[in-house]
C-alpha cells in the first residue's frame, strides 16, 4: 500500500512523514521543490506482539505503509510532470490539515481546514477535468473510424465523469461497477483516491478530549463521512515528542494525556479501514509475520501474498483466530479443543487470522 501525503504549505505534512517513517530529511526544505520524498512506516500492531511473545521466534515482522511525501499542493504545482506523476501512483492520499495557531510557523489567512479541503479538492478535480476533457476529444476521433462497445462505454462513463467534475464533485464520490473501474483505471484520476483528512492539532492541557472532539469542532463531519473518505486527529508536536522515547516513556507520556496509544496509531489504522484492508499473521519458531490482503480476500489469495507458488499450489489453511490461539498456549492444545480448524479454498480471510498454509508444491 503506498499513501501519498498532501497540503498546502506549513500544515506539517513533511514533519508528519519525518514521524511516520523516522526519515532523516533537511530541514531547510528540499534541494528540488517538486522531488518527492518517499519512506516506509511500520505498522503497529499489539497482537503480532502477543504472538511473538508466546512463540519467541528468531525474527518478527510487522506490516509496513509505504509513504510518498510531495510538494505543496496548488494548481500550478499540478501541472509539473514529476510531481503528477508521484500523485497518481500512489493508492490513497491522507490530506493534512492545518488546525493549530503557531507565530514562528507563517500561515497566510486564517486558520480554517474546511477551507483549506475545498481548496485543495478543487485543484485535483481541475487536473482531472482536463484529463478526462483530453481523453475524450481521443475517445470521439475514434468512434468516427469504428464504433465499438468499450468506446462507447468509455465515453459514457468519461461523460458522466466530467459532469460529476464541473459540479466540483469528486470522482471518488461518483458510483461506479468493477468494469467501469478497470476502464478508467490506468488514468489514476486524483479526486478518485480515498482520502483520509488528517487535522494537525496544537498541544494544550486537555488533549485528549480536544483530539477527540476537533473533527467536530473544525466542521470535518460532513465530508468525513462522504463515500471514500474519513478523518483522523493528530497533535504533531506530541506525536514528535513520542518519536523520540522508547515504549515506557511514550506510554507515561500518553498516560498523561490520557491516551492509550498515538495519534499515528489511530491514523494508520484508520487508512487501512479506508482502503479495505486487513492483517492476517504466520507465525512459528523462525518468525511471526504480520501480511496485508484486501478484504474479503479468500485464503488462496492470502497464501500467494506470502508466495505465489502457495497460491498456485493451494490444498487447505489451518486457521485459527490470534485471541483463540493465545487463550489455548500453543496451536496443539488449540486443536485439541477444536478452535484450529481446517478451511478450504472458498474460507474468506478474517482480520486477526493466523493460518497455516498446506500446500502440495
Same mark, same amino acid.
Given at each position: 500500500m503506498k499513501t501519498g501525503i498532501i497540503g498546502l504549505p506549513q500544515v506539517g505534512k513533511t514533519s508528519l512523514f519525518k514521524i511516520l517513517t523516522r526519515a532523516h530529511i533537511e530541514e531547510h526544505g528540499r534541494s528540488n521543490p517538486r522531488e518527492a520524498h518517499i519512506g516506509v512506516a511500520r505498522v503497529p500492531d499489539e497482537r503480532l506482539e502477543k504472538l511473538s511473545a508466546l512463540y519467541s521466534p528468531k525474527k518478527t515482522t510487522f506490516a509496513t505503509v509505504e509513504y510518498v511525501d510531495v510538494a505543496a499542493i496548488g494548481q500550478e504545482a499540478l501541472k509539473e510532470t514529476a510531481l503528477l506523476a508521484n500523485l497518481r501512483q500512489v493508492d490513497a492520499l491522507i490530506h493534512v490539515l492545518r488546525a493549530f495557531e503557531d507565530e514562528s510557523i507563517p500561515h497566510v489567512g486564517p486558520i480554517d481546514p474546511m477551507c483549506d479541503v475545498k481548496n485543495v479538492e478543487f485543484d485535483l478535480m481541475v487536473s482531472?477535468?482536463? =484529463?478526462?476533457? &483530453?481523453?475524450?476529444?481521443?475517445? +470521439?476521433?475514434?468512434? $468516427? $473510424?469504428?464504433?465499438?462497445?468499450?468506446?462507447e462505454r468509455e465515453q459514457e462513463l468519461l461523460l458522466r465523469s $466530467?459532469?460529476?467534475? +464541473? &459540479? +466540483?464533485?469528486? !470522482?471518488?464520490?461518483?458510483?461506479?461497477?468493477?468494469?467501469?473501474k478497470k476502464l478508467i483505471k490506468g488514468f489514476m484520476f486524483l479526486s478518485q483516491k480515498p482520502v483520509l483528512y488528517v487535522l494537525n492539532i496544537g498541544e494544550s492541557t486537555t488533549l485528549g478530549a480536544d483530539l477527540e472532539s476537533a473533527v467536530s469542532r473544525f466542521g470535518l463531519n460532513e465530508v468525513a463521512h462522504r463515500p471514500n473518505a474519513a478523518a483522523t486527529v493528530i497533535c504533531g508536536k506530541v506525536e514528535a515528542e513520542l518519536a523520540e522515547m522508547d515504549d515506557a516513556e511514550a506510554a507515561d507520556f500518553l498516560e498523561s494525556y490520557g491516551l492509550r496509544e498515538s495519534g499515528l496509531v489511530r491514523l494508520i489504522r484508520k487508512s487501512y479501514e479506508l482502503l479495505g484492508l486487513i492483517s492476517f499473521f504466520t507465525a512459528g519458531e523462525d518468525e511471526c509475520?504480520?501480511?496485508?490482503?484486501? !478484504?474479503?480476500? &479468500?485464503?488462496? =489469495?492470502?497464501?500467494?501474498?506470502?508466495?505465489?507458488?502457495?497460491?498456485?499450489?493451494?490444498?487447505?489453511?489451518?486457521?485459527?483466530?490470534?485471541?483463540?490461539? !493465545?487463550?489455548?498456549?500453543?496451536?496443539?492444545?488449540?486443536?485439541? &479443543?477444536?478452535? !484450529?480448524?481446517l478451511e478450504g479454498k472458498d474460507y474468506v480471510v478474517q482480520d486477526g487470522d493466523v493460518l497455516h498454509i498446506r500446500h502440495s508444491g
Open positions: 482531472d477535468l482536463g =484529463q478526462v476533457e &483530453k481523453r475524450l476529444e481521443r475517445v +470521439e476521433k475514434d468512434l $468516427k $473510424k469504428a464504433r465499438t462497445g468499450e468506446l $466530467k459532469e460529476a467534475l +464541473e &459540479k +466540483e464533485r469528486p !470522482l471518488r464520490e461518483l458510483e461506479i461497477t468493477g468494469e467501469e509475520r504480520a501480511w496485508t490482503v484486501p !478484504l474479503g480476500s &479468500k485464503a488462496p =489469495q492470502a497464501a500467494g501474498v506470502i508466495h505465489t507458488d502457495l497460491e498456485h499450489h493451494f490444498i487447505r489453511a489451518e486457521t485459527i483466530r490470534w485471541d483463540n490461539l !493465545l487463550a489455548a498456549g500453543s496451536e496443539a492444545a488449540a486443536r485439541a &479443543k477444536g478452535t !484450529l480448524r
